[in-house]
């Protein structure tokens, strides 16, 4: 009976975590799906500019931007870097995979930057 | 003739450098052979270029597994040999956004010297193909030095998309924009309120304004 008791102690424990996790990753992304309310995103910083230059090219035709249109938006996704990078990398569904000849991990890193600058600026 | 390839070039403008650019609404998917995931594109023209129709999309040949409709085969070239190598595009719009009639701003006074302003019909989705939220029903801006795309005038709401649908005033479809004669007032042709039906395009008519 002990043995059960701190079995279920430790599924309630990981189910809080769990549920804390999603309620903080959430809060820390703008849910906006339309126009940003601050206007465009001011773009001061180089990499951010070079990121968005690597999202006009490959990005901007199918999440326009980073809102949804042909796919989904980007801008509400409270998504990280590395989940982000491998599906660049490797697609998903309709979305084409993006090879180093493509996008080279330079422009990768970039283009990051640029995708979450303007998932903070709302 | 000037140049050639162009699916659909709509839009047509000279740059205050004197260069002329081309809108070209993209493949859809439909029709004989369908193409899933093809942008609209802004093209400076270099006359005797051809300029990719039918076989790129862009910079980007149609035989790409990203072109290929879900559930049909990978598209082949119909030409046997290609005139020339595909040039780059100066800025690539969202798929089905209908980039239409343009302008380039020549006055200080309005901003943005030299960049363009383009009217975004938006798409006619199903009929098209698909999309997952309203692309297009707009005004955007482009450098076209760099190809950023900004957006310059739009409907605020839920969602991109015509003011009919958001439930507010502003925008339908944007259908071109010319700056007057002084340079410092751009005019959008705005074409009023168009939805999809089973039947084909359905015009709202009244409903066009300036």
């Not at chain 1, 975590?17 to 206007?39: Q, Y």
């Not at chain 2, 310059?152 to 003011?163: D, E, M, Q």
Request: a neutral charge; one cysteine or more.
């Amino acid at each position: 009976m002990k043995h059960c008791t701190v079995r279920a102690s430790t599924s309630w424990v990981l189910l809080a975590l769990l549920a804390a996790g999603i309620v903080w990753v959430g809060g820390c992304s703008s849910a906006r799906r339309g126009e940003p309310l601050h206007g465009p995103l001011p773009v001061t910083d180089a990499q951010v500019e070079r990121g968005r230059l690597v999202f006009m090219q490959h990005c901007q035709k199918c999440h326009p931007g980073g809102e949804a249109g042909l796919g989904p938006g980007l801008n509400d996704k409270p998504f990280p870097k590395f989940l982000q990078h491998f599906q660049i990398r490797h697609g998903l569904g309709a979305m084409p995979a993006f090879s180093p000849a493509e996008i080279s991990e330079a422009q990768l890193d970039d283009l990051l930057e640029y995708v979450h600058a303007l998932r903070r600026h709302g | 003739m000037v140049a050639w390839g162009f699916r659909n070039p709509f839009g047509l403008a000279f740059a205050p450098d004197g260069r002329l650019y081309v809108a070209e609404n993209g493949y859809d998917e439909r029709g004989s052979r369908p193409v899933w995931g093809a942008a609209d594109h802004l093209w400076v023209v270099t006359p005797g270029t051809w300029y990719g129709w039918p076989d790129f999309s862009g910079y980007l040949p149609l035989t790409r597994e990203e072109f290929k409709p879900p559930g049909k085969p990978p598209l082949a070239f119909v030409l046997a040999t290609h005139p020339n190598p595909q040039p780059k595009p100066v800025a690539v719009f969202g798929v089905h956004s209908s980039s239409n009639g343009f302008d380039f701003s020549r006055h200080p006074a309005f901003g943005h010297v030299g960049q363009a302003f383009v009217a975004q019909f938006g798409d006619m989705a199903p009929n098209v193909g698909k999309v997952l939220q309203p692309v297009g029903f707009n005004v955007v801006r482009v450098d076209v030095s760099t190809g950023v795309i900004e957006d310059f005038a739009v409907n605020k709401g839920r969602g991109n998309g015509p003011a009919s649908w958001v439930g507010s005033g502003g925008l339908e479809r944007p259908v071109a924009a010319r700056f007057d004669p002084s340079g410092t007032a751009l005019y959008v042709v705005d074409f009023g309120v168009m939805t999809m039906t089973s039947k084909g395009p359905a015009p709202q008519p009244g409903t066009g304004v300036l």
